[in-house]
């Protein structure tokens, strides 16, 4: 049941959360302290992203789960899914500019159930296919949260350049730029004020 409810995330990973962005569009009240904390953490979010995107390549844009190796440099040293983080990050800047309590725990809820069936299905894959080597790796390598530790494995290459990285980015940074904007729209920033800037 779990593995099934993972697959079904993994395949829809890109439409799901289109209702989710629009309920946070229609509730949002962006305050400047939201977009102070939010917008770094947007920022540091998609850095690790094309970090991560560099060294696993175009194996996270199929529907179909498959790898050829198992990825274990760059980012890949510090967390066993730093794309998840790094969307963690994003979604929590996200969040923070809309101002919305109520959308802010929703949004938690959903991709906690997300990223925890999507997780174990992709590990299961990867133990499978990888026996030895992933069993190592998850012992010496944390799921999502980094430690603050380099470990060391045996590191596999970079698959893509920093260039590819970023072209492979380029329907992220238009989905990522058009909820700023409209984020930015529903209360401009200009006209932003924080509770009690009027006393």
């Not at 959360?17 to 302290?33: S, T």
């Not at 040293?77 to 794309?83: D, H, K, S």
Request: hydrophobic share 45%; charged share 20%; aromatic share 14%.
């Amino acid at each position: 049941m779990r593995r099934d409810l993972g697959a079904f995330f993994f395949r829809y990973r890109d439409l799901l959360p289109i209702p989710l962005a629009i309920a946070m569009l229609a509730r949002a009240k962006p305050r400047l302290v939201g977009w102070l904390a939010g917008l770094p953490l947007i920022i540091l979010g998609e850095m690790i992203r094309i970090w991560a995107l560099c060294h696993i390549g175009p194996t996270t844009r199929t529907r179909e789960i498959c790898a050829d190796v198992l990825v274990t440099s760059g980012p890949y040293q510090y967390t066993r899914n730093p794309l998840y983080f790094a969307n963690l990050l994003k979604i929590s800047g996200f969040i923070s500019i809309a101002g919305d309590p109520w959308i802010a725990l929703i949004t938690l809820f959903f991709y906690g159930i997300e990223f925890l069936t999507v997780i174990s299905y992709e590990e299961h894959f990867l133990a499978e296919k990888f026996p030895e080597v992933f069993m190592h790796y998850a012992k010496t390598v944390p799921t999502f949260f980094p430690n603050g530790r380099k470990h060391s494995s045996e590191s596999t290459t970079a698959a893509w350049s920093l260039r590819q990285a970023i072209f492979s980015e380029r329907r992220t940074f238009v989905s990522t730029g058009l909820l700023l904007a409209m984020l930015g729209f529903r209360n401009p920033i200009w006209k932003i004020k924080d509770k009690g800037s009027d006393s």
